[in-house]
């Protein structure tokens, strides 16, 4: 019905993910490049830390929910952006900081909105999997600080992309 619509929709408004308009109308919220540079240099300093800590406290559970979540990731060419989510959240679960690990997973599930809206498409030789292979392997062997630079590599081509897409003219 029209009630659960509105409230869902004020709800996404009020996190930046759509745009409220005159007479009820609604559309996806464009992404602002300020906005999307400034989440990703928080990721930056943030989930490196995340990560090295988690790697540092993980064992052999910790290395198969990284396996795990790398094998749905892996499935596709281009991982869903729940796949997605679900491997980088597998990266830093085991932070041993509960402030860290949620401003972490606030930070990077913003980004993943932008980037779903920004990046809906990907080159022809664009593989999910490749561009995250090095992270999961430095993660599984337990090279906390490996990671953590893999992943700040990692970060910084998203918003290279990002940033580029944001800032072309349309033809």
Same mark, same amino acid.
């Given at each position: 019905s029209a009630t659960p619509l509105r409230d869902a929709l004020r709800r996404m408004s009020s996190e930046g993910l759509v745009e409220l308009r005159a007479h009820g109308s609604a559309r996806v919220a464009a992404v602002d490049l300020h906005e999307a540079t400034e989440i990703f240099e928080l990721r930056r300093i943030l989930e490196p830390m995340a990560l090295e800590r988690a790697v540092a406290k993980g064992g052999a559970e910790y290395s198969e929910g990284v396996e795990q979540a790398w094998q749905r990731l892996a499935a596709t060419r281009i991982a869903t952006a729940s796949d997605h989510a679900r491997f980088h959240r597998a990266l830093l679960v085991?932070? =041993?900081?509960?402030?860290?690990?949620?401003?972490a997973t606030m930070l990077s599930d913003k980004a993943g909105l932008m980037i779903a809206v920004s990046l809906p498409g990907r080159p022809a030789d664009y593989s999910t999997?490749?561009?995250? /292979?090095?992270?999961?392997? /430095?993660?599984? =062997?337990? =090279?906390? =600080?490996?990671?953590?630079?893999?992943?700040?590599r990692h970060l910084d081509g998203t918003i290279t992309a990002l940033q580029s897409v944001l800032t072309s003219t349309p033809d």
């Open positions: 085991g932070c =041993d900081s509960a402030w860290l690990l949620r401003l999997a490749a561009a995250h /292979r090095r992270l999961r392997d /430095r993660a599984i =062997d337990g =090279d906390g =600080d490996g990671a953590a630079v893999e992943l700040a």
